[in-house]
Every structure is written in structure tokens, then in C-alpha cells.
């Protein structure tokens, strides 16, 4: 899909702000809403909007530990991968699951959990049970400096 600078405002905006009215939405690009509407239906049905959620606050839920866990498997063939991609996304602590590269290991997970404890539950009788697991290193977050969500439309 070819994109104009009406279409990325609208991307920018929605970013921002996912529950924008139509109507402001097409007052703040310029466009009347009709148009508007169009155009957003289209990115949808172009994949380039995926969907809509909401963003929660994850100390307000007794979430206040965040980790990255770096996995290393013993063997890199596609069953082995698809195991631990199944197993990983059964475990709703994890937000995030990416295979890498340039790593020893071989997968990074970002998770969230209540306190220590927790994590320990979460790591001994969660990840270090997925068949093909050899290692496991652990780096906790103090703070986030930076936490966009918005990818860059230009």
C-alpha cells in the first residue's frame, strides 16, 4: 500500500491516541471524515493496522518486577524452536518473545511479575521445564528511559 502524508498522520495519531472519535481524528489531519474513515479502514485492511489495545499500568496491577531473560537452547533445528515458541507463549508473564542473534543466547523474553519470588516460581517450574533449555541468564530492570509504544511513520 502506497502511503501519503495523510495516511501517516493518521497512523501517528492513532498511535497516540487509539480511541480518537472519527470526527477528531479528521479534524486534527485536515481531512472531512468521510475520507478519513475510508483511509483508516484501508490501513486495516492492509495489515498496517494490526489492532487496537489498551495500555495498562503494570505497578497498579502488583506487577512491579520486569526482567529480560536470555534463553539458550541445545539444539537450533526447527522442532526445537517451535517446542519452546508454543511453551513460551503459553506463559502469560512473558511480553515479549524474540528470537536472536549476535547473543549467546538464543532467545530474549521481556516478563513481568508480582515480586522475586514469583520470578523464581516463574523460571523454575516454567522456563527451565521447556525441553531443548540449556541456560538461562537474567538481567532485571531497574528503569525505564524510554517506553515508546509508537513506531515511526515518517
Known sequence: MQMDRYDKEILAVLQRDGRISN?????RIGLSPSPCLR???????????????????AKKLGLSLMALIGISMDQHTPERFANLDAAIGGIPEVLECLLITGQQSDYQ???????????????????????????????FVLRKVVDRGALPVD
Open 23 to 27: 470526527q477528531d481524528l479528521a479534524d
Open 39 to 57: 483511509r483508516v479502514r484501508a490501513l486495516e485492511e492492509a495489515g498496517i493496522i494490526a489492532g487496537y489495545r489498551a495500555q495498562l499500568d
Open 109 to 139: 523474553l521481556k516478563v513481568v511479575v508480582r515480586d522475586m519470588d514469583a520470578y523464581q516460581d516463574l523460571l523454575l517450574n516454567k522456563i527451565t521445564r521447556i525441553p531443548g533449555v540449556t541456560g538461562v541468564h537474567t538481567s
